[in-house]
């Protein structure tokens, strides 16, 4: 540290003087230095930044690196790909639209016709199951569509479906206005082996047989005239042959004689033709 003096007071100017190195022989090393340069330019426009690409790097003057900030999920190779559409906030939707309790035969008819045009819109949906407000779609094991960007076939898939019910709902009922846009969520599940597909839509399908089955117990009491409390108590904790008891004890109603589309929902898939290699148009077992 040098301390310079000047005239009566003393002023100090420090300055701070970094050691010279020296190498063995005592000799200073000597280091190159890069010229700092302070100058005035304008920043506004490319010009500066174009002739100074070293300063921010090179890729990032450009826009082209905005793309590794996307965070895309692609799905697992050689998997299974199962989308499931849900309606949301259904309760609400078919009591505005005064749906039949239980069941809406023609909404559900509805259901399965969009669901149609979703395998002809995706001709790599192999299969599709639904029941109530919701449809899984079973992707063929090494689709590419999208390459398999996860965000692009959720986005895609619930945008197809909301459009494809709006669109078919003057068909399906004629004298009902559509008070209230419908929407969709979708859920996507990947699974390696055939066989873990089959055991999600056996899944499904108990899930439509209890709920539909609880349902259809629970209206039968309230049109009955049980409160819909006293209904909820009623069936609270029973068994599925409880309830199939309660509705041949109470009502005479045999439940397995109640339609198919009800108790095991809908199946849509694509037949073989005879000659067994091209696809035929899609075939639903429950109703359109
Ligand atoms: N009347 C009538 N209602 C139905 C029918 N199918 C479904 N629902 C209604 O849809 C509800 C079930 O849908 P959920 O998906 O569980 O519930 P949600 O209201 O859509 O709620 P979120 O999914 O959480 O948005 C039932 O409680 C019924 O109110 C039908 O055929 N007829
Ligand atoms: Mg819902």
Not at 77 to 91: E, L, M
Not at 151 to 174: G, H, N, Q, V
Not at 272 to 284: Q, Y
Request: charged share 25%; hydrophobic share 30%; aromatic share 14%.
């Amino acid at each position: 540290m040098n301390r310079l003096c000047f005239g009566k007071d003393p002023l100090f100017i420090e300055i701070s003087l970094s050691e010279v190195k020296t190498d063995d022989c005592g000799n200073p090393i000597k280091r190159t230095r890069e010229a700092i340069t302070v100058s005035n330019f304008d920043l506004i426009g490319p010009e500066f930044w174009e002739n100074h690409q070293y300063i921010l790097g090179e890729e990032k003057y450009g826009y082209e690196y905005v793309k590794k900030f996307d965070n895309i999920h692609r799905l697992p190779y050689s998997n299974w790909t199962i989308v499931r559409i849900s309606a949301c906030q259904f309760d609400q939707f078919s009591l505005i639209h005064s749906f039949d309790k239980p069941n809406d035969e023609t909404a559900l008819r509805l259901m399965n016709a969009c669901a149609s045009l979703m395998m002809e819109q995706f001709p790599d949906i192999i299969f599709g199951y639904g029941f109530d407000n919701e449809y899984s779609f079973v992707f063929q094991e090494k689709t590419e569509l999208y390459q398999r960007d996860e965000r692009l076939i959720i986005s895609s898939c619930s945008s197809c479906f909301t459009s494809f019910y709006m669109m078919k709902w003057k068909e399906y009922f004629p004298s009902k206005e559509l008070v209230q846009p419908p929407h969709f969520q979708v859920e996507v599940s990947c699974y390696p082996e055939p066989r873990i597909v089959c055991d999600y839509l056996s899944r499904r399908q108990s899930e439509c047989h209890n709920r539909n089955q609880y349902t259809t117990c629970f209206w039968m009491l309230v049109k009955s005239g049980e409160g819909e409390n006293k209904a909820k108590e009623i069936l609270k904790d029973t068994l599925p042959k409880d309830k199939n008891e309660l509705l041949f004890q109470r009502f005479q109603m045999n439940y397995n004689n109640e339609p198919a589309m009800f108790r095991k929902g809908s199946c849509a898939y694509r037949q073989k033709s005879a000659n067994g290699c091209r696809w035929k148009p899609v075939k639903m077992s429950g109703g359109m």
